[in-house]
């Protein structure tokens, strides 16, 4: 009998990007710090284990974006990634560039 186990598939991330994550995950620890909150409590308040939590503070790639989502929530934080991506400087110039050429 063969036992097939599904292996978890992950996004491959680059190093500046886990550097982004790794931000990411420093500044929800010192949140949690500033506010007296530790893993556990965290945990109890999310329902997510403290190994979950820990990655997410060390800025865990395997960790689902959700889960950030849910840690934000109980520090207050989650409306902050209202603003991710909202002044899209680069974005604008593209389009922009485009239209001129549109005369």
């Known amino acids: 009998m063969t036992i097939s186990y599904k292996k ?3 996004a491959p991330v680059f190093p500046k990007n886990q550097k982004a994550l790794s931000l990411l ?3 929800i620890k010192l949140a949690c710090k500033r506010r007296g909150y530790s893993q556990s409590l965290i945990a109890e308040r999310t329902g997510l284990s403290r190994l979950t939590i820990r990655k ?3 800025g865990g790639s395997t960790v689902s ?8 929530s ?3 934080l989650v409306d902050d990634l209202a603003n991710v991506a909202s002044d899209d400087s680069l974005g604008r110039k593209l389009q922009d560039i485009k239209l001129m050429g549109h005369k």
Not at 65 to 72: Q, S, T, W
């Open 8 to 10: 978890k598939r992950s």
């Open 25 to 27: 995950g420093e500044n």
């Open 56 to 58: 997410i503070q060390q």
């Open 65 to 72: 974006i959700g889960y950030y989502v849910v840690v934000l």
């Open 74 to 76: 109980v520090l207050g």
